[in-house]
């Protein structure tokens, strides 16, 4: 039996406004091993986004349990939170979320000063991780000079220098024309044969394709690929 870096048991999220609540995940189960790239798929509004937060304890979850590396993820301080984070996990967005007035070093090198690495050991560290996205070259640039396929391998840079054990990435290529969401994919393929598990939310079939599983989430619960030994869809593709 390999590792199970993420085990999700009978998960419920609800978003409470006012006297209405809307029950987004209904009761999710899911196990990713370590050492993944897995897609999660739905249509838009089933829940995609919310799941990925609670993963990556960016939002809390109402029922049920979450363990993070066989540790119980519940309720708990944005401090303790932002250890848990800084310790397993890297986050990429569709719209890159990189800092503007900010050059690509400085926005590579941020994790590491919030982990009190000096100025010259953080700067060093990350242009290797710019060096290895090939944008070497582009270490002074602001954002707003660079492209979109650029900006998110800077991006994937910035989620790479604190070593984490998990990459979650929601709509990643969602930004990018085809040929671009390909080399994208590229680099978290290289990122995944490095040993680090990949968790991609789209609504691409393309790009889910080029994972080894595709999670599907439908009306607040998982239609099929919940588990990488279950389903029959799961056992089609392995066999
Ligand atoms: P997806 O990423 O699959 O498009 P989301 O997880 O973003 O879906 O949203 C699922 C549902 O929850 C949607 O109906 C959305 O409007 C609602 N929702 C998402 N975030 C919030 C929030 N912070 N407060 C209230 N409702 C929300
Ligand atoms: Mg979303």
Same mark, same amino acid.
């Given at each position: 039996? /390999?590792?199970?870096?993420?085990?999700?048991e009978n998960?419920?999220? *609800?978003y409470?406004?006012?006297?209405?609540?809307?029950?987004? %995940?209904?009761?999710?189960d899911m196990?990713?091993?370590?050492?993944?790239?897995?897609a999660?798929m739905g249509? /838009?509004? *089933?829940?995609?986004?919310?799941?990925?937060?609670?993963l990556?304890?960016l939002?809390n979850?109402?029922?049920?349990?979450y363990y993070?590396? =066989?540790?119980?993820?519940?309720?708990?301080?944005?401090k303790k939170?932002a250890? +848990?984070?800084n310790?397993y996990?890297?986050?990429? +967005?569709q719209s +890159?979320n990189?800092?503007? +007035?900010?050059t690509? %070093?400085?926005?590579?090198?941020? @994790?590491?000063?919030?982990?009190n690495?000096?100025?010259?050991?953080r700067n060093?560290?990350a %242009?290797e991780?710019? =060096?290895?996205?090939?944008?070497k070259e582009w270490?002074?640039h602001l @954002?707003?000079e660079?492209s979109?396929?650029q900006k998110q391998r800077?991006?994937?840079?910035?989620a790479l220098?604190?070593k @984490?054990?998990i #990459?979650?990435?929601d709509?990643?290529?969602?930004a990018? =024309?085809t040929?671009t /969401?390909?080399?994208?994919? =590229?680099?978290?393929?290289?990122?995944?044969e *490095?040993?680090i598990t990949?968790i991609?939310v789209?609504?691409e079939?393309? #790009?889910?394709d080029?994972t080894?599983?595709?999670?599907r989430?439908r009306?607040?619960?998982?239609? *099929?690929?919940?588990?990488?030994?279950?389903?029959?869809?799961?056992?089609?593709?392995?066999?």
């Open positions: 039996m /390999s590792n199970k870096i993420i085990r999700l998960l419920h999220k *609800s409470v406004m006012g006297k209405n609540s809307l029950h987004v %995940l209904k009761g999710i196990n990713i091993e370590e050492g993944e790239m897995v999660i249509s /838009s509004g *089933s829940g995609k986004s919310t799941l990925l937060n609670i990556g304890i939002d979850y109402d029922e049920g349990a993070l590396n =066989d540790i119980l993820i519940r309720k708990m301080s944005e939170a250890q +848990f984070r310790k996990i890297g986050f990429i +967005f +890159f990189l800092i503007s +007035f900010k690509a %070093l400085e926005n590579v090198a941020l @994790p590491l000063y919030y982990q690495v000096n100025r010259k050991k060093a560290i %242009l991780y710019l =060096d290895r996205m090939g944008l270490a002074h @954002p707003s660079m979109g396929g800077i991006a994937i840079a910035r220098i604190s @984490p054990k #990459i979650l990435a709509e990643p290529t969602g990018l =024309d040929q /969401s390909y080399e994208v994919m =590229d680099i978290l393929h290289e990122v995944n *490095s040993g990949v991609i789209t609504h079939t393309d #790009i889910a080029r080894q599983r595709i999670i989430l009306d607040g619960l998982i239609e *099929s690929g919940e588990s990488v030994n279950t389903g029959a869809e799961t056992s089609a593709v392995a066999g």
